[in-house]
């Protein structure tokens, strides 16, 4: 009797141990970016500023480094009427030991106030910048092999103008990019589901992020990335967009549109507290996976119609 209680107390610890990140300060990011004072985060907005001072405030709690003189990056959001108005994505990095460079990315800003009411956004995309804050934190502990650069872009919700603006103004070397790993709603699904898209192109994704989700009471599933499906492939749906279409493989990770999507409903309160804390540890564990195995992933860099003749000479070599 002495020894399985012996045996319950080394599991039960064991797996309390086996998630790498802190709950608390994780729950804490998210309440704190969706909370009011933030109105809502819209790109201009003196809200989304203070957002963007919270987060450099986290970037150097880390202990993040940063390129040319600060954290910031400014550029000029493109409007089709009205006053001119600046956006700032925030970059950080962590050096590996290789010259290669994946990104870590999430917007931090929404859609600000409507009819009156303040849009929080605490799924979209509060959770995501958490999550990014607590991937940063964990690879300032435990080194990573590759140089990760952690982007909590702006303007997302304008037409993806924060990463339209890194493309065209970026901090190191574009060929150095191996890959990005984008974040946006991962705290908000009722199934329990977390979707990985990116893989139609790059099938290998699957092996390599096999298992992140293991203990995490959560699951991660693959689609969403095919052109055929129209509107409900969400390649170019948030900020991995302008990366794929320069030929940049990537994962993106996040949940299907539900009742609160782009409505003063978005709240803290709403949000799956559970599965958003399973969605991040997932995601950090196929983040290690990626950086791990990164020189060895063979990533198809042709375009869309060469990989349907590849599969072809896949199936009729099957034949
Ligand atoms: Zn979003």
Redesign the pocket.
């Known amino acids: 009797m002495k020894k399985l209680l012996v045996l319950l107390l080394l599991s039960s610890s064991f797996y309390a141990c086996a998630q790498k990140i802190n709950r608390n300060q994780l729950l804490k990011d998210v309440e704190t970016l969706s909370s009011d004072i933030y109105e809502g985060r819209k790109t201009g907005s003196s809200g989304n500023i203070q957002a963007a001072n919270y987060i450099v405030s986290r970037f150097k709690n880390i202990g993040l480094s940063f390129y040319q003189d600060s954290f910031k990056h400014p550029f000029t959001v493109k409007t089709q009427k009205g006053p001119v108005i600046k956006g700032t994505n925030l970059i950080g990095y962590i050096k590996g030991r290789t010259d290669h460079v994946i990104i870590i990315s999430a917007?931090y800003d929404?859609i600000g106030i409507t009819d009156s009411l303040i849009n929080n956004?605490a799924d979209?995309?509060a959770s995501?910048v958490a999550g990014l804050l607590a991937m940063a934190e964990y690879f300032k502990k435990h080194k990573p092999k590759n140089t990760l650069l952690f982007i909590a872009f702006d303007a997302?919700?304008m037409g993806l103008q924060g990463a339209y603006a890194y493309i065209k103004n970026p901090v190191l070397d574009g060929k150095r990019i191996k890959m990005i790993i984008n974040l946006?709603?991962i705290s908000h699904n009722d199934k329990g589901e977390l979707y990985a898209a990116g893989s139609y192109k790059n099938p290998e994704i699957k092996s390599v992020i096999k298992g992140a989700d293991k203990d995490t009471g959560v699951k991660i599933l693959f689609g969403h990335d095919d052109p055929k499906l129209g509107r409900n492939d969400w390649t170019m749906q948030?900020d991995q967009g302008p990366f794929a279409q320069d030929n940049i493989p990537f994962i993106y990770f996040?949940v299907e549109d539900h009742k609160d999507y782009h409505k003063p409903s978005d709240e803290y309160q709403n949000i799956n507290a559970d599965f958003f804390y399973g969605a991040s540890n997932a995601i950090l564990n196929s983040t290690i996976k990626v950086d791990k195995r990164l020189k060895r992933i063979k990533f198809n860099t042709d375009s869309a119609f060469q990989k349907t003749l590849k599969d072809k000479m896949i199936m009729e070599k099957d034949q």
């Open positions: 917007h929404h956004g979209d995309n995501g997302e919700e946006d709603m948030s996040g």
